[in-house]
């Protein structure tokens, strides 16, 4: 004879579906651990850049053409040239040229003659500073650490636009 009386005790569920419940949080904190990863990433690439003077562009240690920098340098009077949405000029410093090529309009108060700090990386093939950020106006921060440099290329700043060298 069949029990068909009802149960009064908790159900215990299927092994198979509690191993179920178990992968969802597992692949969520997965996600939030690469896309954190990716994040840090990005973050730590851009940290990392180094600035560099046009002239220790190659010579100095960390200055490597084939890494990603943050050059400073004096707009050179007559460089700026734009061809469609990309700008093309030529930074110096301390006697040493660099021909820039800035995919857009570098905007803001960018003109000859003033001091900037490119991003970007050397394309040795054309012997030019592929640019995607250029600032004009440097933070406080970069002014603390850099007092030296800053005095130099605003010198030459002064000197570019009086047309002495």
């Not at 569920?13 to 992968?23: C, V």
């Not at 030019?128 to 605003?154: I, M, P, Q, W």
Request: proline residues 5%.
């Amino acid at each position: 004879m069949t029990d068909l009386s009802p149960r009064t005790g908790p159900e215990t569920p299927s092994p198979a579906a509690g191993t179920k419940r178990k992968w969802l949080p597992m692949i969520v904190i997965a996600g939030v651990l690469v896309a954190g990863g990716v994040i840090v990433t990005q973050f730590l690439r851009s940290a990392v850049d180094y600035y560099c003077n046009v002239d220790e562009v190659g010579t100095r240690s960390g200055c490597d053409v084939n890494r990603r920098l943050r050059v400073q340098g004096v707009v050179q009077r007559g460089t700026v040239r734009s061809a469609g949405s990309d700008t093309d000029f030529v930074i110096a410093f301390n006697g040493a040229e660099m021909a820039v090529s800035y995919d857009g309009e570098p905007g803001g108060i960018f003109k000859e003659c003033i001091p900037v700090v490119v991003h970007g990386h050397f394309d040795t093939a054309s012997d030019t500073f592929l640019g995607d950020r250029v600032e004009v106006k440097h933070s406080d921060e970069y002014v603390a650490v850099n007092d030296e440099r800053l005095a130099e290329s605003d010198a030459l700043a002064d000197a570019c636009e009086t047309g002495t060298p």
